[in-house]
C-alpha cells in the first residue's frame, strides 16, 4: 500500500538520501500505520496521549495552537511530504502540544516514537541515517518556530504583510508568490483579524505596491515593500 507514496516520503527530510529500496526496508522495520481523515476532521487534539510521528501523504493539515485567551493561532500548514509531532519526539513530553487537523481529506502515515528514537532490533542499516535526519529536521523547526515569533513580534499589520511576502519572496526567487495558504489561514498564521488584513492587503494593491488574485500574490514595487519592513 505505501509504495504509491514512496515518491511522496523522498520528498520528506526524514528520508533524505535514503533511495526506494532502502525506504521499503527501514518501513519493514518500522511497521508505520497509515490513516485517512475527512475534511475538517481532527487528527490529535493538545493534551492527547502522544504515541507516534506523523507523515502527510495525501492531502492538507494544519497544526492549531490555542492561547491562555481562548484565540486558535495557526503554527503551520502542511502538505504532502510534509511531517508533525518530530518536536516532541526527542523531548521529556509525552502530550500532544497543539491541536492537529485535516483541512482536506488527508492520509497520514503514524510511526511510532519509539521504533524511531529507540535501538533498531534489526540492526537496520538505514536507522542511523533517519535518526540523523531527524535531528537535523528538529533544528531546522525550531529556527522555523523563530521566525514566527518574529513575526508576532511586528506591531503593525503592514509590517507583518511586507515580511511575509518578503520571506516567501526569497523562496520563490521570483515577484509572483504562489501561496500555500488562503486568507483565513494567513491570518491565522500572523496571528491577524482577517478582515483588517484584507483591508490593509486591499490599500497595499492601491498604492500600487502589489497586486493580487486568489492566492496569488505579485509583486510590484518591491523597494517600497521592503521599506515598509523595515
Not at 4 to 16: Q, R, S, T
Not at 116 to 142: E, F, Y
Not at 188 to 216: A, C, H, T
Request: aromatic share 10%; glycine share 6%; net charge positive.
Amino acid at each position: 500500500m505505501l509504495k504509491k507514496y514512496y515518491k511522496i516520503l523522498e520528498k520528506n527530510p526524514l528520508f533524505d538520501n535514503i533511495d526506494d529500496y532502502s525506504i521499503d526496508q527501514l518501513l519493514g522495520c518500522l511497521q508505520p500505520k497509515v490513516k485517512t481523515y475527512e475534511k475538517n476532521e481532527f487528527i490529535a487534539f493538545a493534551g492527547d496521549e502522544f504515541t507516534s510521528i506523523g507523515v502527510v501523504l495525501e492531502g492538507q493539515v494544519t497544526v492549531i495552537k490555542e492561547n491562555a485567551s481562548g484565540n486558535k493561532v495557526m503554527m503551520s500548514l502542511l502538505d504532502p511530504g510534509d511531517m508533525f509531532g518530530e518536536m516532541i519526539a526527542f523531548s521529556n513530553f509525552s502530550k500532544w502540544p497543539a491541536t492537529v487537523q485535516a483541512t482536506k481529506n488527508a492520509t497520514i502515515m503514524f510511526m511510532e516514537k519509539s521504533a524511531i528514537v529507540g535501538d533498531c532490533p534489526k540492526m537496520c542499516t538505514w536507522h542511523k541515517s533517519l535518526i540523523q535526519n531527524m535531528l537535523k529536521i528538529v533544528s531546522n523547526r525550531a529556527l522555523m518556530l523563530n521566525k514566527k515569533v518574529e513575526y508576532l513580534s511586528i506591531k503593525s499589520m503592514r509590517g507583518k504583510l511586507s515580511n511575509f511576502f518578503l520571506e516567501e519572496y526569497k523562496k520563490s526567487k521570483g515577484q509572483v508568490l504562489d501561496l500555500s495558504m488562503n486568507r483565513n489561514e494567513l491570518a491565522d498564521f500572523l496571528n491577524v483579524s482577517r478582515p483588517s488584513m484584507s483591508r490593509e492587503m486591499g490599500k497595499l494593491k492601491e498604492e500600487g505596491i502589489i497586486d493580487y488574485k486568489k492566492n496569488q500574490i505579485r509583486i510590484i514595487d518591491f523597494d517600497g515593500l521592503k521599506e515598509m519592513a523595515e
